[in-house]
């Protein structure tokens, strides 16, 4: 019964994978980019980790695909937003249909 | 050339899911789990993922394309990992993501501040 509910877990997860490198790949702008990508590809990796914990049960390697869990969990969002800090100020432009851009409107403000 | 560019992709697509449904990869060792041929089946899924991020790294018009593409590919081959340790039973797989994991984030976070054009220490 583990390995059915472990294999439906690991399915979700590809299905998020393969999504979100899609939308990697036809999305017009870096950051409708790294919308797509991180937060799809992080949940699937995840999904894939949790599948194989309760593929393999309570042993030391279940006990490590948790704590990959979250490590995964915590330093996916530092690195997404770093990476696109680092993009607005090396002035990497928005795509044309973009609406609103409220970091340059804050700096602008402070300034 | 459009016609050209749909031509290969839906070659590459009928490849891999013949693949998919008539040569699960042959390295399952693992027998006290049952219906391990469907996950030695999910592999071709993480290579095709793999390769569209390895399609925008190539394409990809400004610097943050290709540290978003490598970052995906980092997080994509822990979980190929994971595939790996059920499909083999050999538990040291999940070691090599862990570690793959760490040393992802730190090359990111190093890679968006020389984006970002100024030095390491501030």
Redesign the interface.
């Known amino acids: 019964m583990n390995?059915?509910i472990?294999?439906v877990f690991?399915?979700v997860?590809?299905a998020f994978?393969?999504f979100?490198?899609?939308g990697?790949?036809r999305l017009p702008d870096?950051y409708n980019?790294?919308q797509a990508?991180?937060k799809c590809?992080?949940l699937?990796?995840c999904s894939?980790?949790f599948g194989?914990f309760l593929?393999?049960g309570f042993?030391?390697?279940g006990i490590?695909?948790l704590?990959?869990i979250l490590?995964?969990i915590l330093?996916?969002p530092?690195?997404?937003h770093?990476?696109a800090?680092?993009?607005h100020?090396?002035g990497?432009k928005l795509w044309d249909g973009s609406v609103v851009d409220k970091y340059k409107e804050d700096k602008e403000g402070e300034a | 050339m459009k016609t050209l560019k749909w031509f290969i992709g839906a070659v590459v697509l009928t490849v891999i899911i013949g693949l998919i449904l008539f040569k699960p990869l042959p390295f399952l060792f693992y027998k006290e789990l049952p219906y391990l041929g469907l996950v030695g089946r999910a592999i071709y899924i993480i290579i095709l993922s793999c390769a569209l991020c390895l399609y925008r790294i190539w394409k990809g018009p400004t610097g943050a394309d290709r540290i978003v593409a490598i970052d995906m590919l980092g997080i994509m081959i822990v979980g190929l990992c994971a595939i790996l340790t059920v499909s083999t039973g050999r538990s040291w797989y999940i070691d090599i993501g862990i570690a793959w994991a760490l040393q992802s984030f730190i090359s990111t976070l190093a890679l968006s501040k020389y984006l970002e054009g100024r030095g390491f220490d501030e």
Request: a positive charge.
């Open positions: 390995s059915i472990g294999l690991i399915s997860g590809l994978d393969v979100g490198c899609l990697l790949v870096v980019r790294l990508a991180t590809v992080t699937g990796t894939i980790l194989m593929m393999v042993v030391g390697a490590k695909a704590l990959c490590f995964l330093t996916s530092v690195a997404a770093a990476i800090r680092g993009a100020r090396a990497v």
